[in-house]
T-cell receptor
Framework: AQKITQTQPGMFVQEKEAVTLDCTYD???????LFWYKQPSSGEMIFLIY??????QNATEGRYSLNFQKARKSANLVISASQLGDSAMYFC???????????????FGQGTILTVHP | NAGVTQTPKFRVLKTGQSMTLLCAQD?????MYWYRQDPGMGLRLIHY???????AKGEVPDGYNVSRLKKQNFLLGLESAAPSQTSVYFC????????????FGPGTRLTVT
């Protein structure tokens, strides 16, 4: 069965600095997708970035980038130039493709609370 | 487009009561999902549906039932609520297996006393 692990319950960063949130995963399926979601204190789930297992380059979306190391089964989120509004819970999630039979189901990690200090 | 909406936003139940959570999406998505979020555990899949009239069990289905009579709606039912079902419930939808993104609703905070 697939598993996602986020080992950092909480992280602190100074405004304008970069921060890396760790995510490791475990699956034997060669085809999968990795996601990061942000959950601010208001509670909604905001999609940030996606990386496919066959993608040759690391995904980037504005200040967000995904450091994908397939051999190490890690998919760390890097936030550059942190802002106060980045303070939130961050979830890593995985979707197996399983030949199309996984039906898009997501498996989530436990989350990391990021606090950005001014 | 409203995206994914959930009704109600908050609810308090007594043990043994029943209720239905409604999820609606206006994006013509085939797939819909119900997750629950508990502190320290991330989101876990309760049930999902890959099309109108179809439903399937997820990781934590016990104590819940679902129905998808219309493509745009996905209902989650609690027949006899228990304190262990106190949680935040999220509905999500997507185009299909290969979709880059699942679109989430705002969540329903349920407390069972």
């Amino acid at each position: 069965a697939q598993k996602i692990t986020q080992t950092q319950p909480g992280m602190f960063v100074q405004e304008k600095e970069a921060v890396t949130l760790d995510c490791t995963y475990d699956t034997s399926d060669p085809s999968y997708g990795l996601f990061w979601y942000k959950q601010p204190s208001s509670g909604e789930m905001i999609f940030l970035i996606y990386q496919g297992s066959y993608d040759q380059q690391n995904a980037t979306e504005g200040r967000y980038s995904l450091n994908f190391q397939k051999a190490r089964k890690s998919a760390n989120l890097v936030i550059s130039a942190s802002q106060l509004g980045d303070s939130a819970m961050y979830f890593c999630a995985m979707r197996l493709n399983a030949g199309g039979t996984s039906y898009g189901k997501l498996t989530f990690g436990q989350g990391t609370i990021l606090t950005v200090h001014p | 487009n409203a995206g994914v909406t959930q009704t109600p936003k908050f609810r308090v139940l007594k043990t043994g009561q029943s209720m239905t959570l409604l999820c609606a999406q206006d994006m013509n998505h085939e797939y819909m999902y119900w997750y629950r979020q508990d502190p320290g555990m991330g989101l876990r899949l309760i049930h999902y549906s890959v099309g109108e009239g179809t439903t399937a069990k997820g990781e934590v289905p016990d104590g819940y039932n679902v129905s998808r009579l219309k493509k745009q709606n996905f209902l989650l039912g609690l027949e006899s609520a228990a304190p262990s079902q106190t949680s935040v419930y999220f509905c999500a939808s997507s185009y299909g297996t290969w979709s880059y993104e699942q679109y989430f609703g705002p969540g329903t905070r349920l407390t069972v006393t």
